[in-house]
């Protein structure tokens, strides 16, 4: 049996703004854009490189869903991007304005350091050491 997960929801605020920010800024790739209805699309994104999961940017349509928007983990980073280069990445998203909670460090899985998103989520750059398997 073979499975993956093949997207993981995220609540914006707003599709465009979302294409935006992580196309425009994180370099993620367009993977679809599709119209379900006048207020509802399908879109995924994903980092270079990504082939089995990607982000579905699903846009809050409820009170609920907006009070939701930045807090999907209960304030714990809640994604995990995987880099073959932490250096490249890091100075890249540093001068597109990436907002980083903290500074670089080395633990014992590898170089990490946590940054937000522009809609509230943190998220883990990571390169780990050439013996993890993350």
Request: glycine residues 8%; negative net charge; charged residues 25%.
């Amino acid at each position: 049996m073979k499975q993956h997960i093949a997207a993981v929801a995220l609540l914006v605020p707003g599709y465009d703004e979302a294409i935006a920010y992580y196309v425009g800024k994180l370099g993620f790739k367009l993977v679809e854009d599709t119209t379900l209805s006048p207020a509802k699309r399908w879109v995924v994104v994903a980092p270079p490189g990504s082939g089995e999961t990607g982000l579905l940017l699903a846009q809050a349509d409820s009170p609920d869903q907006r009070q939701a928007i930045g807090n999907q983990a209960g304030g714990r980073v809640f994604l995990i991007l995987k880099t073959d280069d932490f250096d490249r990445d890091f100075a890249r998203f540093k001068q597109a304005g990436i907002e980083f909670l903290e500074d670089p460090r080395l633990e014992a899985y590898g170089k990490v350091v946590v940054f937000r998103d522009a809609f509230g989520n943190k998220w883990d750059l990571i390169e780990p050491l050439a013996n993890q398997a993350l």
